[in-house]
């Protein structure tokens, strides 16, 4: 079982749409990461959080560490937001970032 | 803007011709790290530097080495590339090893074609 599952693996949306998208960790943690890569391109760090919630622009990330789960949401999606984002745990044992295996955002207009 | 540069984006090599990819960073940050990608995979750590203390993971290939000869440059070399070395590297940098406050701040990648 990986340690960060995240779902849905694939979703599409329409233009305008409200997107959240899943990820649940089994391990202990210090932060968790949320990244955003577009096809062929390098990785963005969108968020980093240890508790809470964070929002910046449209975006807004959530975390329940009780939980071991977070989300994040796209408010009023646009096709440019079409990306794989990616949920990354930093272990409390070490240093690593420890990823998940992402979702595939499509944005239609 | 601070930022973590990586060049070229894009490098294209011949199978067995030694190849240096070259990531730079202004955040001056201590530790700085290189990620190998494979198509439609997570990112893979290679190795690290904390300042200039050296550390490879323990599946890093021989071939792959890596150099940081100042604070703000860290080279990624492959002595002879094969087929299945053709991915995306990633450079990232932080500003310290552990602990939440310390966020790892991404390259754009650069992306290596092995003929």
């Known amino acids: 079982k990986n340690e960060v599952e995240q779902s849905p693996q694939n979703l599409t949306a329409q233009e305008g749409e409200f997107i959240t998208i899943n990820c649940s960790y089994s391990?202990?943690?210090?932060?968790l990461h949320w990244l955003q890569q577009h096809p062929g391109g390098g990785i963005v760090s969108l968020f980093m959080?240890?508790?809470g919630k964070k929002k910046h622009g449209r975006l807004i990330a959530t975390i329940n560490i009780q939980e071991k789960h977070s989300s994040l949401h796209i408010t009023a999606s646009h096709p440019r937001d079409s990306a794989v984002y990616i949920c990354?745990?930093?272990?409390?044992?070490?240093?690593?970032?420890?990823f998940g295996k992402g979702t595939l955002l499509t944005v239609n207009p | 803007d601070a930022m973590v540069i990586q060049n070229p984006r894009y490098q294209v090599t011949q199978f067995g011709k030694p190849v240096t990819l070259s990531c730079s960073q202004t955040?001056?940050?201590?530790?700085m790290y290189w990620y190998q990608q494979k198509s439609s995979q997570a990112p893979k750590l290679l190795f690290h530097?904390?300042?200039?203390?050296?550390?490879n993971e323990a599946d890093t290939p021989d071939n792959f080495q890596s150099r940081r000869p100042n604070t703000s440059f860290c080279f990624l070399d492959i002595r002879s590339p094969g087929l299945g070395d053709a991915a995306m590297y990633l450079c990232?940098?932080?500003?310290?090893?552990?602990?939440?406050?310390?966020?790892?701040?991404f390259g754009p990648g650069t992306r290596l074609t092995v003929t």
């Open positions: 990232a940098t932080s500003n310290g090893l552990a602990g939440a406050r310390y966020e790892q701040y």
């Open positions: 391990v202990g943690i210090s932060a």
């Open positions: 959080l240890s508790s």
């Open positions: 990354a745990v930093l272990l409390s044992s070490n240093y690593k970032l420890t």
């Open positions: 955040l001056n940050h201590n530790v």
């Open positions: 530097y904390y300042d200039k203390d050296f550390n």
